[in-house]
C-alpha cells in the first residue's frame, strides 16, 4: 500500500488558459470599476489573480487605484471569497464551482505536472485530457463515478441507493513541464459541483505498514438539547481525517521528513494506494502531527495524522 504525497501546482488567471464557466456567473458580483461609487455592503471581483469577490466597508467615491480592493492596506474593501469560475482552486472544499450540466477547466502550467485530484464533487464522469507543447495527446481517461462497491448481491443491486464517488486522484498521468490538461466534469440534466481541483507532482513517501489507515471526520454540524431532552441540529460541514504508520527506507528519512515538513502549512493531498483500488484513501489538507521514528535497520517509520480541508 503506497503512500504518496501530491504536490499542487499554483492555478491562477495566468495558468488557466479556458473554461466553460462563466465569469460572472452563480451568484457573482460585477467587477470593480474605479469610476464607480461605493456603499457599505457593495461587492465587486477582481478579475486578476484568483478573482477574488471583495465587499466594500466603507463607503467612497470613485478615485482611482488608491481605493482599489486590492490597494496595500486597503481601508474600503475586505476579500470574501472567489468567483464562482475560481472557487474550484480556493482551498474551501465546502464552497464549490457549481454548473449547468457540465464545467471544464483547461489549465496549462510551466511546472512538471503527472496528478490530478478532484475534490467535493457531485458529477456523473470526470475526463482528465493531457496535451505535450505540440499538442500531441498524451493522456485521455474518463471515470464514471458511480460508486458499485455497496453492490454485493440482487438485493443490493436492486435496493441499494446509488452512490457516487465525490473525490478522484489520478497519479498516472505522464510527466510533463508546458503540458496542457483539460478537466471536464459532467452530470447531464444536473448541476455539478466541484469543491476543489488540482494539479501536480506526485512521489511517493513509502509505504504503509500493518495493512491499516484510520480513518474518520470532524463533524462541524451543531447538535444541542433543550430542557425537554429534544435535539436542535444545524447541520453544517466535515472535515475527513486519516492516520496511517508507513515506511520508508532509513537511508531517506531525513529527505522525506523534510519533505513533509516543508508542507506543514500548506493544503496538500495525500492519497494510500489498497490492493482493492490506486489512490482510494485521499485527503486533501494538512498534518497536525508527524512523527518520525528512527531506526538502524534498513527501513524506519513515520506515524502521521491527516486532517483535511472543509
Same mark, same amino acid.
Given at each position: ?10 492555478? &491562477?488567471? /495566468? #495558468?488557466?488558459?479556458? =473554461? ?7 451568484? !457573482?458580483? @460585477?467587477?470593480?470599476? *474605479? ?13 486578476a489573480g484568483f478573482h477574488l469577490i471583495y465587499i ?38 465546502? &464552497?464549490? /464551482? #457549481?454548473?449547468?450540466? =457540465? ?7 510551466? !511546472?512538471? @505536472?503527472?496528478?490530478? *485530484? ?59 513541464? &508546458? ?103 485521499v485527503i486533501y489538507g494538512f498534518f497536525p502531527t ?21
Amino acid at each position: 500500500m503506497a503512500f504518496k504525497m501530491v504536490t499542487p501546482s499554483t492555478i &491562477d488567471d /495566468t #495558468t488557466l488558459t479556458s =473554461s466553460t464557466v462563466a465569469e460572472p456567473s452563480g451568484d !457573482d458580483p @460585477v467587477e470593480y470599476n *474605479a469610476a464607480n461609487n461605493f456603499s457599505v455592503g457593495d461587492f465587486v471581483f477582481v478579475g486578476a489573480g484568483f478573482h477574488l469577490i471583495y465587499i466594500c466597508i466603507q463607503a467612497h467615491t470613485a478615485s482611482g487605484g488608491a481605493q482599489s480592493p486590492t490597494a496595500t492596506g486597503s481601508l474600503f474593501w475586505t476579500v470574501q471569497r472567489s468567483t464562482n469560475k475560481f472557487k474550484a482552486f480556493d482551498q474551501f472544499i465546502g &464552497d464549490p /464551482t #457549481t454548473k449547468a450540466n =457540465s464545467a471544464a477547466w483547461t489549465i496549462n502550467i510551466s !511546472d512538471v @505536472v503527472n496528478s490530478v *485530484a478532484l475534490f467535493g464533487l457531485s458529477a456523473a464522469t470526470v475526463q482528465v485530457v493531457m496535451l505535450d507543447t505540440d499538442g500531441i495527446e498524451r493522456y485521455n481517461e474518463t471515470i464514471i463515478l458511480d460508486d458499485n462497491t455497496g453492490v454485493v448481491d440482487w438485493f443490493t443491486y436492486w435496493f441499494s441507493p446509488v452512490v457516487r464517488r465525490t473525490n478522484v486522484v489520478l497519479t498516472d498521468l505522464p510527466p510533463y513541464a &508546458d503540458a496542457s490538461v483539460t478537466v471536464t466534469v459532467t452530470d447531464t440534466g444536473n448541476t455539478v459541483l466541484v469543491g476543489q481541483l488540482i494539479v501536480g507532482l506526485f512521489e511517493t513517501l513509502g509505504s504503509t505498514t500493518m495493512d491499516q489507515v484510520d480513518l474518520g471526520i470532524d463533524d462541524f454540524s451543531r447538535k444541542e438539547r433543550d430542557v425537554f431532552g429534544r435535539f436542535s441540529i444545524i447541520e453544517r460541514n466535515f472535515a475527513d481525517t486519516m492516520a496511517l504508520t508507513f515506511v520508508t527506507d532509513t537511508s531517506r528519512l531525513g529527505y522525506i521528513k523534510n519533505r513533509l515538513a516543508g508542507r506543514r502549512s500548506l493544503p496538500t493531498v495525500y492519497a494510500v494506494d489498497t490492493q482493492y483500488l490506486q489512490n482510494e484513501y485521499v485527503i486533501y489538507g494538512f498534518f497536525p502531527t508527524m512523527q518520525p521514528l528512527a531506526r538502524h535497520a534498513e527501513v524506519s517509520e513515520i506515524r502521521i495524522e491527516l486532517e483535511g480541508l472543509v
